[in-house]
Antibody
Framework: EVQLLESGGGLVQPGGSLRLSCAASGFTFSSYAMSWVRQAPGMGLEWVSA????????YYADSVKGRFTISRDDSKNTLYLQMHSLRADDTAVYFCAKAGPYATPRKYYFDYWGQGTLVTVSS | DIVMTQSPDSLAVSLGERATINCKSS????????????LAWYQQKPGQPPKLLIYWASTRESGVPDRFSGSGSGTDFTLTISSLQAEDVAVYFC?????????FGGGTKVEFK
């Protein structure tokens, strides 16, 4: 059974930093692209970043480029999102999502999602 | 960026009746090299993550009931629930995966009439 478990969310002041983690199990983690998607309270879904599988590239939304860094440790089956210079509009639930089996580089749909971790940016 | 526009924003349907949700992309998501539409549909219930229903615009994910169907090509797509059940009350999102940044529609809330 595929499981994705996010952690690391919390309350942070504007300008602060936070690192999110996503522990994966139930599939060959290294073979699949992984992504972060966020959802502000009561709002829709916004793709944040992706890391290709099997040594693939990294991709970012313009809204986070230069502030967020996605990484993965395939030996630990874990995806990360390092967030710096956080702003109020980064407040959201951050979901970790696995790319579907027919996805190709940069063309990702998502067949499994974690429960999400809430990041609140406020003074 | 490809903008995804869903309509309506909300929809009230009687139990057992048909629900139809539309999704329009600002540019075509039909990839000519494989004739596939890079369009997915998700269902999200309150307090839960999204669940994949449909990919390639019309391919149902394993385990998804056959009352859910996707159609359309190019820039115009539809998700149809043929006979609404109690457990289908949710918000539905479309997503294009033709280009990064990947983009989602604003969502359509399906409720009981």
């Amino acid at each position: 059974e595929v499981q994705l478990l996010e952690s690391g969310g919390g309350l942070v002041q504007p300008g602060g930093s936070l690192r999110l983690s996503c522990a994966a199990s139930g599939f060959t983690f290294s073979s699949y692209a992984m992504s972060w998607v966020r959802q502000a309270p009561g709002m829709g879904l916004e793709w944040v970043s992706a890391f290709g599988g099997s040594g693939g590239g990294t991709y970012y939304a313009d809204s986070v480029k230069g502030r967020f860094t996605i990484s993965r440790d395939d030996s630990k089956n874990t995806l990360y999102l390092q967030m710096h210079s956080l702003r109020a509009d980064d407040t959201a639930v951050y979901f970790c999502a696995k790319a579907g089996p027919y996805a190709t580089p940069r063309k990702y749909y998502f067949d499994y999602w974690g429960q999400g971790t809430l990041v609140t940016v406020s003074s | 960026d490809i903008v995804m526009t869903q309509s309506p924003d909300s929809l009230a349907v009687s139990l057992g009746e048909r629900a139809t949700i539309n999704c329009k992309s600002s540019q075509s998501v039909l990839y000519s090299s494989n004739n596939q539409n890079y369009l997915a549909w998700y269902q999200q219930k309150p307090g839960q993550p999204p669940k994949l229903l449909i990919y390639w615009a019309s391919t149902r994910e394993s385990g998804v009931p056959d009352r859910f169907s996707g159609s359309g090509s190019g820039t115009d797509f539809t998700l149809t629930i043929s006979s609404l059940q109690a457990e289908d009350v949710a918000v539905y999102f479309c997503q294009q995966y033709y280009y990064t940044p990947l983009t989602f529609g604003g969502g359509t809330k399906v409720e009981f009439k």
